[in-house]
């Protein structure tokens, strides 16, 4: 026995276009735009970056094998986005960059403190300098 699945309905591309700009809630594209800020809605974004010094580092590989360790605490621990940014190509040095969104400032300054701390505590790696920001 064949069953047949029902194919979906060709839509035209206005429309995909039109639903694209609303919002999900039903918010019309222009107040999305404007930036009308929504009752609970609002989120901060925050991003931290480091420059390390890696010890002891004789080679590309083992560097990369220290970086993907710490990246890998910082985002099961964490839950914040992580990447190496800068110096890729430098045996003893790299830049790395976290970023985390939240409903408030509170709750993303407390966690990329505490993924400061993992940083400063990580095994052959030594903090040579911090910066965060808050958008």
């Not at 276009?17 to 974004?45: C, I, M, N, P």
């Not at 966690?111 to 052959?124: E, F, I, P, W």
Request: glycine content about 6%.
């Amino acid at each position: 026995m064949r069953l047949s699945v029902p194919r979906p309905a060709a839509s035209r591309r206005s429309d995909s276009r039109r639903e694209a700009r609303a919002g999900v809630d039903g918010t019309a594209a222009s107040e999305l735009v404007e930036g009308k800020e929504r009752a609970g809605r609002a989120v901060v974004v925050g991003v931290i970056s480091w420059e390390l010094h890696l010890n002891g580092c004789r080679s590309l590989k083992e560097k990369r094998g220290i970086i993907r360790s710490l990246k890998d605490r910082l985002k099961s621990r964490h839950n914040i986005s992580v990447a190496e940014t800068d110096h890729q190509d430098t045996w003893q040095r790299a830049v790395i960059c976290a970023a985390i969104v939240a409903s408030d400032r509170r709750r993303a300054q407390s966690v990329l403190s505490k993924a400061d701390g993992l940083v400063a505590t990580h095994a052959g790696v030594r903090v040579i300098d911090t910066a965060t920001v808050f958008y």
